[in-house]
Nanobody, 119 residues
């Protein structure tokens, strides 16, 4: 299993970014999620989306600002981030959700993509 996240960058507060994550090496038929890890903090859950139905879950801190989506034909999951805040600064990772909605398994985390928000 390989999960390659991209789309990070540096933006000012209030700006937007769209992250992408391409999955390879397995059949893309799992629930997927996004997580993030800020400097000096533990990794935390951001959002998750079911494989075939439109059920999504968001962390309270991003609800109303972030949107998770997926294109199963492209083995890709997205995270649209709007109204970014300095506290959103972190390395963002996508991951397979093994226990809905935020439980992960032994799958590799990959390198993630860095999002830096300046105020």
């Amino acid at each position: 299993v390989q999960l390659q996240a991209s789309g990070g960058g540096s933006v000012q507060a209030g700006g937007s970014l769209r992250l992408s994550c391409v999955a390879s090496g397995y059949t893309f038929n799992n629930d997927m999620g996004w997580f993030r890890q800020a400097p000096g903090k533990e990794r935390e859950f951001v959002a998750a989306k079911r494989w075939r139905v439109g059920i999504v879950v968001y962390a309270d801190s991003v609800k109303g600002r972030f949107t998770i989506s997926r294109d199963n034909s492209k083995n890709t999951v997205y995270l649209q981030m709007n109204d970014l805040k300095s506290e959103d600064t972190a390395v963002y990772y996508c991951q397979i959700i093994r226990r809905w909605p935020r439980g992960t398994g032994p799958d590799s985390w990959g390198q993630g993509t860095l999002v830096t928000v300046s105020s």
